[in-house]
């Protein structure tokens, strides 16, 4: 579930970016570069703080 629930909000996150680098600033893609270079990383050091986040909130594997 957790998974999921990652790729979910990471997916979000970059549509949303995407949206307000169209409409308000092209800077915004920023914030879709971050949480790329965040699931590469997670990918490799298996370190990721939405899941930390996740964990506190009590939501199962």
């Known amino acids: 579930m957790k998974e999921r629930i990652v790729r979910a909000v990471a997916g979000t996150m ?12 092209i800077n915004w893609l920023w914030l879709g570069a971050f949480v790329g270079f965040n699931l590469l990383q997670s990918a ?18």
């Open 44 to 61: 490799f050091t298996r370190f990721c703080p939405l899941e930390l986040i996740l964990n506190a909130a009590g939501v199962k594997n």
């Open 14 to 25: 970059v549509l949303i970016s995407i949206a307000l680098a169209f409409t308000v600033n």
